[in-house]
């Protein structure tokens, strides 16, 4: 009888938490009026580049950074061995965003490693704020991630997403791409908790951008 009790409970509260779930993921900013440059992770084509396309449009920044050095086994395997980088600035481009506000930075497999990759570019060209533009459901690991990178370095950082997260009326669980992508996300978020998060609050581990700092996921 305990046990039953004790799963009810488990599947009450999972029950309770799941359909809010996307909502608990999201951490994003308001579009500040101006910053430097704007900064796009790599992943979520074609929301993420065309998103930061109509930000450059709209005068949010003067150019857009593109990371990611990840190169898709479908690219290669046709002979267009692009980076994670290089595709999100053509979707961009294709969407009116100029070459010459165009940065393309083809480093980084990982929102760490991405971080890690604005923070030495902006140091580098002296880049001093910022908007990262990314996906709801990615947008507060992000957000976390960014904020040492804050820290460290006194970039102002706003993180911006593309579009709305789930609404938990929208009974998102039961399709198979949304459920796939919270778990998935929900996932890396606690392994970043655990393993890059808590230790560099607590002064263990260096931010995203330094020498010493490990790769990420």
């Not at 998103?51 to 990371?67: I, T």
Request: aromatic share 6%.
């Amino acid at each position: 009888m305990r046990r039953l009790l004790r799963s009810l409970v488990l599947l009450l509260l999972l029950a309770a938490v799941l359909p809010w779930l996307p909502r608990l993921l999201t951490s994003t900013d308001p579009v500040p009026a101006h910053a430097d440059a704007l900064f796009v992770f790599a992943g979520d084509v074609p929301d993420r580049p065309r998103c930061a396309a109509e930000l450059w449009k709209r005068g949010v920044a003067p150019r857009v950074a593109f990371s990611g050095g990840r190169v898709l086994p479908e690219l290669a395997a046709v002979e267009r061995p692009m980076s994670d980088a290089a595709v999100n600035a053509t979707v961009a481009m294709q969407a009116g965003l100029p070459i010459e506000a165009t940065v393309v930075l083809p480093e980084g497999t990982s929102t760490w490693e991405d971080a890690g990759v604005l923070r030495r570019w902006a140091e580098r060209d002296d880049v001093r704020s910022v908007v990262a533009v990314t996906s709801p459901i990615h947008s507060r690991r992000a957000r976390l991630t960014l904020d040492l990178v804050e820290r460290a370095s006194g970039i102002e950082i706003a993180v911006v997403t593309c579009g709305e997260p789930a609404s938990p009326g929208s009974l998102w669980w039961l399709e198979e791409r949304p459920l796939i992508q919270v778990a998935n996300e929900t996932i890396k978020l606690a392994l970043y908790l655990v393993r890059y998060l808590v230790p560099s609050w607590l002064g263990l581990r260096p931010p995203p951008g330094d020498a010493a700092s490990a790769q990420g996921v």
